[in-house]
């Protein structure tokens, strides 16, 4: 089987499933991370994918509730530059793990996530 075939045919149904999730519960990154990775997806690429998708995701909720006129301006500005910089110092910090020790890493702390 085409290798591109077989990582859709294992990536889309459960990102799909971690998209509804994520949607009604959240933790959809407890699904999609491990599905990315199932593929062989590399550690640090599978949570940069994650990371894009779960971004697009929040950015047009975003939209929407500021289109609504539900957002207090004085206090979203602030906790987005924040959350950008907290964003970006993790993301530096997760790039100076090798991707074997973040693997082991990710596969000791999600069920743990989970199961909290």
């Known amino acids: 089987m085409d290798e591109f075939l077989r990582t ?21 990154g407890l699904i999609s991370i491990p ?4 593929a062989g997806v590399p550690t640090h690429m599978a949570l940069g994918t994650n990371k894009v998708v779960n971004g697009i995701g929040t950015g047009f909720a975003a939209w929407k509730y500021f289109k609504g006129g539900k957002i207090k301006m004085l206090i979203a500005v602030p906790a987005a530059l924040a959350a950008l910089v907290g964003s970006a110092g993790g993301t530096r910090l997760a790039l100076l793990i090798p991707a074997d020790v973040l693997q082991k890493l990710l596969l ?6 989970a199961v909290f």
């Open 8 to 28: 859709c045919l294992i990536v889309c149904p459960l990102v799909f499933l971690a998209t509804f999730v994520d949607a009604v519960a959240g933790g959809g």
């Open 108 to 113: 000791a702390i999600l069920p743990t996530v």
């Open 35 to 38: 599905a990315y990775m199932l």
